[in-house]
T-cell receptor
Framework: GENVEQHPSTLSVQEGDSAVIKCTYSDSASNYFPWYKQELGKRPQLIIDIRSNVGEKKDQRIAVTLNKTAKHFSLHITETQPEDSAVYFC???????????????FGKGTKLTVNP | ETGVTQTPRHLVMGMTNKKSLKCEQHLGHNAMYWYKQSAKKPLELMFVYSLEERVENNSVPSRFSPECPNSSHLFLHLHTLQPEDSALYLC?????????????FGPGTRLTVL
């Protein structure tokens, strides 16, 4: 089955610096790659996603890149702010045998701390 | 946010108790999920219900029993749990389709098994 590896497990940056989190996946059939942000004591929330037909997507200070050949995708946060501090999860989806129902497989998460 | 709600938010139970977790989604989605989130582990997919039919069970112990009476409600029935089952249980929903669909999470139920 699909296996998603996420690195680093913890990341500490100074406010204003950039942060990069990387994930690799094993199943070449995966075609959907969301990123979730989970603040302390709160539910995971989608912050950005990318589908396999594009290589990069950007939303203000957040961007995601996908390399299908190498089977890895990355989250980039620029001009980090203290409120970016959270645990970030990457995930990859697999289309089921009948062609529907995607099952997200998550990475282990990265705890990002942005120091003022 | 009221898209996906879960009750109770906190639950403490003994190993011999029987309890149920409830999830409700108000987004008109047709798929619902149960996840387990333990410390220092990735989110683990436990069950998926698509169009009210269970389509996957990732070898979860039988002491966890899901129920999906309709597309808006999902239950997780718990019995004779173990202390290692203590975790945050998250419900999510999505609109199933081709190419991947966003899952929306509930706030979770923090379960402690004594």
């Amino acid at each position: 089955g699909e296996n998603v590896e996420q690195h680093p497990s913890t990341l500490s940056v100074q406010e204003g610096d950039s942060a990069v989190i990387k994930c690799t996946y094993s199943d070449s059939a995966s075609n959907y790659f969301p990123w979730y942000k989970q603040e302390l004591g709160k539910r995971p929330q989608l912050i950005i996603d990318i589908r396999s037909n594009v290589g990069e997507k950007k939303d203000q200070r957040i961007a995601v890149t996908l390399n299908k050949t190498a089977k890895h995708f990355s989250l980039h946060i620029t001009e980090t702010q203290p409120e970016d501090s959270a645990v970030y999860f990457c995930a990859a989806s697999i289309v089921g045998p009948q062609g529907g129902s995607e099952k997200l497989v998550f990475g282990k998460g990265t705890k990002l701390t942005v120091n003022p | 946010e009221t898209g996906v709600t879960q009750t109770p938010r906190h639950l403490v139970m003994g190993m011999t108790n029987k309890k149920s977790l409830k999830c409700e989604q108000h987004l008109g989605h047709n798929a619902m999920y149960w996840y387990k989130q333990s410390a220092k582990k990735p989110l683990e997919l436990m069950f998926v219900y698509s169009l009210e039919e269970r389509v996957e069970n990732n070898s979860v112990p039988s002491r966890f029993s899901p129920e999906c009476p309709n597309s808006s409600h999902l239950f997780l029935h718990l019995h004779t749990l173990q202390p290692e089952d203590s975790a945050l249980y998250l419900c999510a929903s999505s609109q199933e389709g081709q190419g991947g669909d966003t899952q929306y999470f509930g706030p979770g139920t923090r379960l402690t098994v004594l």
